[in-house]
């Protein structure tokens, strides 16, 4: 089913509409892509992610002998990626991170752990943060490009959550994984402001603007059932409680949106 979900948008060109044009993808501008994200949220997060794009903004970082192997092949939907910076003990705070990664000949060799991975099971490859300089520890992060399918790479247990079906949310192991020169995204220890970069659009787009989505689905419902529940002789909608509440809701759902969508026009 996912992969005919796909196919379908990809003829219609609707996958990795974030991308920007230059690198094959829509190029659509942040404002463009909170009204599309807005619309995301009236359907589940798997859907969103098979339909529509895996590809993250830390991609653009790519330099031109990187493309071809990491970014091209995602925007096309032959390679899924996650983004691999959460901890157990490292969550909102990414400088607390202890995964780290040491020069080793002309690469590096990467040990530690990750959890709560979006989309980890069904990922090709990782977006990988790691400290860089251990005498300096959280403001030494780089970030890396790291396949799944690596020796010492172990995509462990899927951590159910809440309310998002259909999408892994894995623990990730990291043992003496070698990695070429060419693994490193961006330049050496810029790993918290690609982040910043990163997670900033993400939590706009996929968080606020998609709530801003479901919360209208669910405006959507319940002015349905206060048209159609009848109490007393006449539909609860009637009533001026309840036409009070509806109107609170809806202004504050007006509210969400300017603020998305203002927020996207600044990004």
Same mark, same amino acid.
């Given at each position: 089913?996912?992969?005919?979900?796909?196919?379908?948008? *990809?003829?219609? @060109?609707?996958?990795?509409? *974030?991308?920007?044009?230059?690198?094959?993808?829509?190029?659509?501008?942040?404002?463009?892509?909170?009204?599309? /994200?807005?619309?995301?949220?009236?359907?589940?997060?798997?859907?969103?992610?098979?339909?529509?794009?895996?590809?993250? +903004?830390?991609?653009? =970082?790519?330099?031109?002998?990187?493309?071809?192997?990491?970014?091209?092949?995602?925007?096309?939907?032959?390679?899924?990626?996650?983004?691999?910076?959460? +901890?157990? /003990?490292?969550?909102?705070?990414?400088?607390?991170?202890?995964?780290?990664?040491?020069?080793? @000949?002309?690469?590096?060799?990467?040990?530690? !752990?990750?959890?709560?991975?979006?989309?980890?099971?069904?990922?090709?490859?990782?977006?990988?943060?790691?400290?860089?300089?251990?005498?300096?520890?959280?403001?030494?992060?780089?970030?890396?490009?790291?396949?799944? /399918? #690596?020796?010492?790479?172990?995509?462990?247990?899927?951590? *159910?959550?809440? =309310?998002?079906?259909?999408?892994?949310?894995?623990?990730?192991?990291?043992?003496?994984?070698?990695?070429?020169?060419?693994?490193?995204?961006? +330049?050496?220890?810029?790993?918290? !402001?690609?982040?910043?970069?990163?997670? @900033?659009?993400?939590?706009?787009?996929?968080?606020?603007?998609?709530?801003?989505?479901?919360?209208?689905?669910?405006?959507?419902?319940?002015?349905?059932?206060? !048209?159609? !529940?009848?109490?007393?002789?006449?539909?609860? @909608? /009637?009533?001026?409680?309840?036409? #009070?509440?509806?109107?609170?809701?809806?202004?504050?759902?007006?509210? =969400?949106?300017?603020?998305?969508?203002?927020?996207?026009?600044?990004?």
């Amino acid at each position: 089913m996912a992969s005919a979900i796909f196919e379908k948008s *990809n003829t219609l @060109g609707l996958y990795a509409m *974030n991308v920007p044009s230059e690198f094959g993808g829509a190029g659509l501008s942040a404002l463009e892509t909170m009204m599309v /994200e807005e619309h995301f949220g009236h359907t589940i997060d798997i859907l969103a992610r098979r339909a529509f794009r895996n590809v993250y +903004e830390v991609h653009f =970082g790519c330099d031109e002998a990187q493309r071809d192997r990491w970014l091209y092949p995602c925007v096309s939907g032959d390679r899924t990626v996650s983004i691999a910076i959460t +901890e157990p /003990e490292a969550g909102s705070d990414a400088r607390a991170i202890t995964t780290k990664a040491q020069k080793d @000949g002309s690469g590096w060799l990467l040990n530690g !752990r990750k959890h709560l991975i979006s989309d980890g099971l069904f990922s090709d490859f990782f977006v990988v943060s790691a400290v860089t300089d251990l005498s300096t520890g959280g403001r030494s992060i780089s970030l890396f490009l790291v396949d799944k /399918e #690596s020796p010492g790479v172990v995509a462990a247990r899927d951590q *159910n959550m809440m =309310g998002l079906k259909g999408t892994s949310h894995v623990e990730l192991f990291f043992d003496d994984v070698h990695l070429d020169a060419d693994s490193l995204i961006g +330049e050496l220890e810029s790993g918290m !402001r690609q982040i910043r970069t990163t997670l @900033g659009r993400v939590c706009l787009a996929q968080v606020g603007a998609r709530s801003v989505g479901k919360s209208a689905q669910i405006m959507d419902l319940a002015v349905d059932y206060a !048209r159609t !529940r009848k109490r007393f002789g006449k539909s609860i @909608g /009637e009533f001026q409680m309840i036409q #009070s509440m509806i109107a609170l809701d809806t202004m504050k759902l007006g509210s =969400g949106l300017y603020d998305t969508t203002s927020s996207g026009g600044w990004s």
